[in-house]
């Protein structure tokens, strides 16, 4: 790519110019960047409400009898698909040493590569959208009420309503594999369209569910763009955008509530003495973002989210920097988008997400494949949890936010310096538990490899 093709009225020369961090970023290196537009927090922000977060809980809460019903491996929280919060302090040791950094403060990991049904954090928000499109179909055809037990959606009469209607999705693999098996168990006939870069195993998995995998030899915005317009000619097929989704959005945005009851349990204060850092791995934006703003709206300016992403697809870091948003993607800056980290293969970001956090995130960072590996290894050997490769991409934000310059320097514009020692500092994990054992172990021997020489 050329520095004088132009994007958006302007050379890449005179982009780069005007945002020097784009020349590294082009180049592939880690680079840590943080948000002009931050402002803490005012509320205002997005189309998003308390109200909406609250409503979406709701929902769910409707939905408990069902999905308990459905899949007996979430009796134990009553239905709620829900993930443990952990302490990592013997990874939080390694990192320490790993850096030579020091890392004040405690270091928790949000485990939502264990989440039920569907191993990712894409349980949250791809099972929320469809479970939100089945209650609206039970309404209006009058066979549910907002007073009805939800159990009852498990029955041939409701697989029949709903086999009459269809889903479609586009994907790099885990939203179609959250989206996949709750839309076939409802009974909704559904199509997943695949990228290039999605798993054998996740196909296999769905077709194995009975759900429509068509795949292609693109990247995500093609899978994308396919499946929509293939929903577009069929009036009783519901397409999730994943690039334009409120629902999406919402689904993730529940998980800040339950991640403070968590805190409250743990008797983790946060507050201005007590600052919550999370580190949230970051593709299309919903996922992160959709947390991010939840827990905005608890914690105000007391949390601080920052987003993680591939060196080769930086595309939320690209889009807010330049404000260009969906604009602009990461190939216009001769990126590749090819990363081994499933779910952040995407190369341009949702403008809708963009917009929603552009004055709430503190700051974007991007990992090297190698290091997810690294991280990878490290994470098994001193927690015994597996992870796949994408959801290692918070692990080195506490480091990070210590060791560079433009993270010191956050610190010190937030008067945030002194409290570290009582700070929490939250990673997400954003999936793995089902990865297969012999691509685990792969993961596992990539990391070894990748930790040579280191
Ligand atoms: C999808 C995904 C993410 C990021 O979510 P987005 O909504 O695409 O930003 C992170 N990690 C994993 C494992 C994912 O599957």
């Known amino acids: ?56 809980s709701d929902r769910l809460q409707r939905f408990a009898p069902f999905i308990e019903k459905a899949f007996p491996e979430t009796a134990e929280s009553g239905g709620l698909i829900e993930s443990k919060l952990v302490r990592i302090k013997d990874m939080q040791s390694l990192l320490a040493e790993k ?31 469809v479970l939100a499109h089945a209650e609206a179909l039970a309404w209006k055809h009058q066979m549910l009420s907002k007073e009805s037990d939800y159990a009852v ?8 309503l709903f086999s009459r209607y269809s889903i479609a999705v586009g994907s790099t693999g885990n939203l179609g594999l959250s989206i996949g098996v709750i839309s076939a168990k409802l009974g909704f006939r559904v199509t997943v369209h ?44 519901y397409f999730i955008d994943d690039e334009n989704s409120k629902h999406l959005f919402l689904g993730y945005a529940v998980a800040a509530n339950r991640l403070k009851k968590q805190l ?83 190369g341009r970001p949702s403008r809708f997400v963009g917009k929603a956090i552009e004055s ?28 796949e490769p994408s959801a290692l991409a918070g692990m080195p934000g506490p480091v990070r936010l210590q060791q560079t310059e433009a993270g010191q320097a956050y610190l010190t514009r937030h008067h945030l310096t002194d409290k570290m020692k009582d700070a929490t500092h939250i990673v997400w994990a954003t999936g793995g538990s089902m990865v297969p054992p012999e691509v685990q172990e792969e993961y596992y021997a990539k990391g070894v490899q990748a930790s040579k020489g280191k």
């Open 264 to 346: 409250d349990e743990q008797q983790i204060t946060v507050d201005r003495e007590h600052p919550l850092f999370v580190y949230l791995p970051c593709g299309v934006g919903g996922g992160p973002g959709g947390v991010a703003y939840g827990l905005k709206l608890i914690y105000g300016e007391n949390v601080h989210c920052l987003f993680a992403e591939p060196t080769h697809s930086p595309c939320m870091l690209i889009g807010l920097m330049t404000g260009l948003h969906d604009q602009v993607s990461v190939q216009d800056f001769g990126i590749d988008n090819k990363t081994d980290a499933d779910g952040l293969a995407v």
């Open 99 to 129: 850096s030579g950094q020091e890392l004040p403060g405690s270091l928790w990991l949000k485990c939502d590569s264990h989440l039920p049904i569907s191993g990712s954090i894409k349980a949250r928000g791809g099972i929320y959208e």
């Open 1 to 56: 790519m050329g520095n004088d093709t132009i994007i958006a009225g302007k050379q890449i020369r005179e982009w780069k110019d005007d945002y020097p961090l784009l020349q590294p970023l082009s180049e592939t290196e880690e680079v840590f960047w943080t948000n002009p537009l931050y402002t803490g927090f005012d509320g205002t922000a997005a189309q998003v409400t308390a109200e909406d977060v609250q409503d979406a």
């Open 360 to 387: 709430l995130l503190s700051g974007i960072y991007t990992v090297d494949d190698q290091e997810l590996y690294r991280l990878l290894r490290d994470l098994y050997d001193t927690e015994s949890i597996r992870l």
């Open 194 to 237: 695949m990228s290039a870069d999605a798993k054998a195993w996740k196909k296999d998995l769905l077709r194995k569910r009975g759900v429509t995998v068509v795949e292609y030899e693109a990247d995500y915005g093609k899978a994308v763009e396919e499946g929509r317009k293939q929903a577009e000619a069929d009036p009783t097929c």
């Open 153 to 160: 959606l498990d029955s041939d009469a409701f697989r029949d």
